[in-house]
Structures are given as C-alpha cells and as structure tokens.
C-alpha cells in the first residue's frame, strides 16, 4: 500500500490551493508498494476535494462541493492501459470516480 501523508502545512495549502479551483498534486511518500491500493491520510484540514488520483508517483487532489474529507481516503486502480491508469477512490461516504485517466 502507497500512503501518503500530509503535514498540517502541506494540507492547509493544498486546502487554499482547492479553493482557488485549481489541480493540486503531492508526491507519494517513500514505502513501497503493494498491490494496486493507495491510502491517503490528512490531519482533517484539507476541507473541499473530491477525488485523489495517482499518476507517476503523485496523487491529485480535485476540488468538490464535499464539505469536510474523511480522515482516509482509499484508491483502487481499476484498470491499466497504454499506460493509463483508471482510479477509483472510496471513503467512508462511498465510492466516486475520478472522471479521467491519468497516462504515462
């Protein structure tokens, strides 16, 4: 398992960087991998996004009307082609798709 996490700075800028509208990525921290599983984990500050999605060793965060993220986010790779990855994430609130892929 991937798993990011995010110090109180790192998620308050990419909490301001989401209000703004904008794309906001974040390198994935060293570890390893294991399976086709991401956990991404925030202290609760980053407050509007609506997907993480990983490509090339970053996760992207895009904004949403979501008021408050859940304290972990899990993403699925679901599929694997030309070198695109197809995500999906789940939280505690269900499962929403990323609506992209992401190539290499």
Known sequence: MWRLGLTHGAAQRIGDELGAGLLVCAHIAPGGCSG?????????????????CISHGMVAAV??????????????????????????????????????????
């Open 63 to 104: 904004r949403t009307r979501a008021a408050v993220p859940p304290p972990q986010l899990t993403i699925i790779v679901t599929g694997r082609s030309a070198g695109c990855l197809e995500v999906q994430a789940s939280a505690r609130y269900g499962i929403c798709g990323c609506g992209r892929s992401f190539c290499a």
């Open 36 to 52: 086709m599983q991401c956990g991404i984990v925030t202290d609760g500050s980053v407050r509007r996004y609506d997907v993480l």
